[in-house]
């Protein structure tokens, strides 16, 4: 996390919710990244398309953003692939059955007072943390 730095996080954090109020001003809906990406496969054609572009947008300024800073992509393939599968599967069942992610619920849900998005909010940061630091003491991923 080198390139950190707290001017880059306050405006990459307004974007984000300049982002949430767009699409909940001009489109009605909610900005959770993975109701957007499950949808792309499930809804109808108006529904796909725009889900479509929002997600490709989210690509290209991420990496647009890469290019001008001058950050490195690091890619690293040494992580365990059955690992990666797991938490992949885990992350996509845990968000079906809280209705959300943490865009949706961290950034959307939680500007509106939903109180299921506060919960699920602290539940994501107390499972990450422990996580975060079991795999530290572990030194799987060091």
């Known amino acids: 996390m080198t390139s950190f730095t707290p001017v880059a996080a306050t405006i990459g954090g307004i974007l984000i919710g300049v982002a949430a109020v767009l699409l909940m001003w001009l489109n009605g809906r909610i900005a959770g990244i993975s109701g957007i ?11 796909r398309n725009w889900r479509l572009l929002f997600v490709a947008g989210l690509v290209v300024g991420g990496i647009l953003v890469q290019q001008f800073r001058g950050v490195p992509l690091i890619t690293r ?3 365990p ?4 599968l797991a938490a992949g599967f885990l992350v996509g069942v845990g968000t079906r059955l809280g209705s959300g992610c943490t865009s949706g619920h961290g950034v959307c849900g939680i500007s509106r007072l939903s109180n299921r998005s506060i919960i699920a909010t602290l539940t994501f940061i107390a499972f990450g943390m422990a996580t975060a630091t079991m795999v530290r003491l572990s030194g799987v991923l060091s």
């Open 37 to 47: 990406l499950y949808g792309v496969f499930t809804r109808d054609a108006a529904e």
């Open 77 to 79: 393939v040494d992580y």
């Open 81 to 84: 692939l059955l690992l990666l």
